[in-house]
């Protein structure tokens, strides 16, 4: 055996991978390879997680590195090389036009909007995407989460983070009494955003701004309340996560940990 051929190659892989919402699909990959000028009929967007590359875009063109956001819009032309020979290691997701038209929809956008930034160096969109991306190929069932997610990484993109609208806790009112009424409900961002008659966008902010917490954060936590208050009562621990909304009692359990630090069994035995 040669000495070259002693030396390690680089690793080669890309993996799609189907997610929870049909229109989207989920792409993890670790190349060293320089792929020539192609195109997507999606949008794609998806954060380098490990070295770095080259690309000529429609939009100019980019160095991207690790930690930073990069984006491409449906039939954009581009390329991407890598810096050096190292792999680099990124994940990206790839959205139907249509279904973006429906996120974009939330954020008061037209369909035909488009993604402005072909590297965005903002660590805090960067987060927002991984969250995304977990959410989207999880197996636990969270709509409200995933949608929030899908509106708040895309705002963040197309520079919306900052809407100059003034909020007001009053324009909230109506989708936290909702919630605060019966939490164990499941209920879409449109549904919510609507009742308050604001954008989807608008919504999230306004309502994490007002509560502390993202709608879908906020309806677990009055979940554990109502928990709290039936296992104190005495009801079986099963029918307490039916009732309240969670999926099985090691749902209930998750949360109570995670939020309380102690368990249901804990709370039922005291």
Not at 2 to 31: K, Y
Not at 58 to 71: D, L, S, Y
Not at 253 to 270: D, E, N, Q
């Amino acid at each position: 055996m040669t000495r070259q051929q002693e030396t390690a190659s680089p690793i080669e892989q890309i993996l799609p991978c189907r997610t929870r919402h049909p229109g989207i699909m989920a792409v993890e990959a670790r190349s060293a390879k320089a792929f020539g000028r192609h195109t997507h009929d999606e949008f794609g967007f998806g954060v380098v997680l490990g070295g770095a590359q080259d690309s000529a875009s429609g939009r100019g063109p980019v160095r991207a590195v690790r930690g930073q956001v990069i984006t491409v819009n449906p039939g954009e032309v581009h390329d991407g090389v890598p810096i050096g020979d190292a792999s680099r290691h990124w994940r990206m997701l790839y959205i139907r036009p249509e279904a973006m038209a429906a996120v974009f929809s939330g954020l008061d956008l037209p369909a035909g909007s488009e993604l402005v930034h072909p590297v965005l160096d903002r660590p805090a969109t960067a987060r927002a995407f991984i969250d995304l991306h977990a959410a989207l190929t999880s197996n636990v069932a969270n709509d409200l989460a995933l949608e929030s997610l899908l509106v708040e990484t895309v705002g963040d993109l197309m520079d919306l983070r900052n809407p100059r609208a003034e909020v007001r806790a009053e324009a909230i009112a109506p989708a936290r009494q909702t919630i605060d009424a019966d939490p164990s409900t499941e209920m879409s961002l449109k549904m919510l955003a609507d009742m308050c008659q604001l954008s989807q966008f608008h919504f999230l902010r306004t309502f994490r701004t007002t509560t502390g917490l993202p709608p879908h954060a906020y309806r677990v936590q009055r979940r554990l309340h109502q928990a709290r208050q039936m296992i104190s009562s005495g009801h079986p621990l099963a029918d307490v996560a039916a009732a309240c909304g969670f999926s099985d009692q090691a749902h209930l359990h998750r949360h109570f940990v995670r939020s309380l630090g102690y368990t249901p069994g804990a709370l039922a035995r005291s």
